[in-house]
């Protein structure tokens, strides 16, 4: 990191939280090709000499022992406002998990539950507050963990605040970028043409070793169905002539 600069996929932002992540990069929201969790095979920022420094603090101090030493740390940024919507840890994260409560107080809400999961804002249900000072360290294992949703109000940030969340990863959880799927076996392709205002496509006059891929992601759907019908002939076609 220089000069204030944060390399690589460190940097995440919603619209009044900025999140820099150290160690490990962590998905946030599942796609169709990485689940949602912990991935170590995208580059993140290491964590910094202070930051060790403040995990073996917090040894000294008997609040965590050696093998539940963190290996992976976010910055949060709250602005005013600013809000996490209620949830528990990924598994991906041995417990306990650590929050270093800096700048400014703060206050964490449990056993709330999203009042709109489109648009949040605000959340339901709320068990209970614990106001954190400047300064503190909250730990949360066991119940509070693993059986109680935790979040931070944007009504409840009043001002700019920073917490450190410091967490071990479980080492049997570090999944890597998954293979492509493999594209089917080859088989004969006779010419078939499908046009439409979306797209156009053609295979070859003459059979062909490879059968080319069938396009189907940018087609509307009535092209799509002219396709999949010309397709579906042409195979007919074939199994009469042999």
């Not at 993140?44 to 050696?66: N, Q, Y």
């Not at 001002?159 to 076996?185: A, E, G, N, Q």
């Not at 392709?189 to 062909?208: G, L, N, P």
């Amino acid at each position: 990191m220089k000069a204030g600069k944060i390399t690589g996929e460190s940097v995440s932002r919603t619209q009044k939280r900025t999140m820099l992540l150290f160690g490990y990069h962590y998905q946030y929201f599942s796609t169709a090709e990485r689940r949602k969790g912990v991935w170590n095979d995208v580059q993140v920022e290491p964590m910094r000499d202070w930051m060790h420094a403040c995990t073996s603090r917090l040894m000294e101090c008997g609040v965590i022992k050696e093998h539940e030493r963190a290996d992976s740390v976010i910055f949060n940024i709250y602005e005013v406002g600013g809000e996490i919507p209620p949830h528990k840890d990924n598994t991906d994260f041995k417990r306990p998990i650590l929050s270093l409560r800096l700048f400014n107080d703060c206050i964490m809400s449990f056993g709330g539950r999203w009042a709109s999961k489109s648009a949040p804002s605000g959340s339901l249900g709320i068990k209970f507050k614990v106001h954190l000072p400047r300064g503190s360290v909250l730990v949360m294992r066991g119940y509070s963990a693993n059986s109680i949703t935790h979040s931070v109000e944007g009504c409840d940030v009043r001002r700019r605040s920073v917490s450190l969340t410091l967490r071990k990863v479980d080492p049997t959880s570090r999944p890597t970028r998954p293979k492509k799927r493999p594209l089917p076996p080859p088989s004969p392709a006779r010419s078939t043409t499908s046009t439409s205002a979306a797209t156009t496509t053609t295979t070859a006059t003459h059979k062909s070793p490879l059968k080319q891929p069938r396009i189907t992601s940018f087609l509307t759907p009535k092209a799509n169905h002219q396709h999949e019908v010309a397709h579906k002939a042409a195979e007919a076609a074939e199994a009469a002539q042999e």
